[in-house]
């Protein structure tokens, strides 16, 4: 059985605020509990984690 689907393992969930950042969610620019979830949900690996990315 793989990993849930819920925010804190989704790749555009940030951990420090819980704002998602998939621009296709219905959640997107909102807060989220760590146990949501959507049809959007990407699995976060140790390189695509929204964490990784620069804002300029």
Do not use: A, Q
């Not at 555009?12 to 998602?20: I, K, R």
């Not at 950042?21 to 976060?44: A, I, M, P, Q």
Request: charged share 30%.
């Amino acid at each position: 059985m793989g990993p849930e689907k819920i925010c804190c393992n989704c790749r555009w969930h940030e951990e420090y605020t819980w704002v998602c950042f998939n621009g296709l969610s219905l959640n997107y620019t909102d807060v989220t509990d760590v146990e949501d979830s959507c049809e959007h949900w990407e699995k976060r690996t140790d390189k695509n984690g929204i964490e990784d990315y620069e804002v300029n």
